[in-house]
């Protein structure tokens, strides 16, 4: 059974920074791939940035430029370095690790932007 716990969310305000992590319970390196969502009040969870095994990445548009993801085998853990936040940007932050066909989450992490 694979565990992911996030940490580092928190209330910020609008132009600030966050780092969130991801840290598996054993290794990451068997992932194919390991991402960040998130779910506004009200709202789907939407995607915001995966990383794949072999460090290529991708990002929702609104986030680019702004959130940076990447991982540390050694370290069993993932991170999104979150800068210039907008209040647009509250949401529950969950991360998700795939070894297929199974896809494990995290209880999520809050991140509150503030105007």
């Known amino acids: 059974q694979v565990h992911l716990v996030e940490s580092g969310g928190g209330l910020v305000q609008a132009g600030g920074s966050l780092r969130l992590s991801c840290t598996a319970s054993?290794?990451?390196?068997?992932?194919?791939?390991m991402g960040w969502y998130r779910q506004a009040p009200g709202k789907q969870r939407e995607f915001v940035s995966t990383i794949t095994s072999t460090n290529s990445t991708n990002y929702k548009d609104s986030v680019k430029g702004r959130f940076t993801i990447s991982r540390d085998n050694a370290k069993n853990t993932m991170y999104l370095q979150m800068n210039t936040l907008k209040p647009e940007d509250t949401a529950v932050y969950y991360c998700s690790a795939a070894r297929l066909p199974y896809i494990y989450w995290g209880q999520g992490t809050q991140v509150t932007v503030s105007s």
């Open positions: 054993g290794s990451i390196i068997s992932f194919n791939h």
